[in-house]
Nanobody
Framework: QVQLVESGVGLVQPGGSLRLSCETS????????MKWYRQAPGQERELVASIGNSAWDTDYAEFAKGRFAISRDDTSRTAYLLIFSLKVEDTAVYYCSAQDGREYEYWGQGTQVTVSS
């Protein structure tokens, strides 16, 4: 059974930092690219960052460059998203996704991140 479970601190003050985790099971983790998306209230889901099979194969949305860092640990089958200098506009539900670029695409249930003072 495929599972992707996101976790992380839900409420953060502006300017703070946060690490989201995506623990996975049930598929060949190394063969999949891992991606983080987010969806703010009333807005469409948008891609934040992606990481390929290799740790250096990363890509970021323009808004994420410089403040977001994606990484993966194939041993623990976990993907991470570090967010620095959090802004109120980073408030959203964050989702991780595993995609093999061909046929399979798996999603987590999402985790709420609220940036507020």
């Amino acid at each position: 059974q495929v599972q992707l479970v996101e976790s992380g601190v839900g409420l953060v003050q502006p300017g703070g930092s946060l690490r989201l985790s995506c623990e996975t099971s049930g598929f060949a983790f190394h063969d999949f690219a891992m991606k983080w998306y987010r969806q703010a209230p009333g807005q469409e889901r948008e891609l934040v960052a992606s990481i390929g099979n290799s740790a250096w194969d990363t890509d970021y949305a323009e808004f994420a460059k410089g403040r977001f860092a994606i990484s993966r640990d194939d041993t623990s089958r976990t993907a991470y998203l570090l967010i620095f200098s959090l802004k109120v506009e980073d408030t959203a539900v964050y989702y991780c996704s595993a995609q093999d670029g061909r046929e399979y695409e798996y999603w987590g249930q999402g985790t709420q991140v609220t940036v507020s003072s």
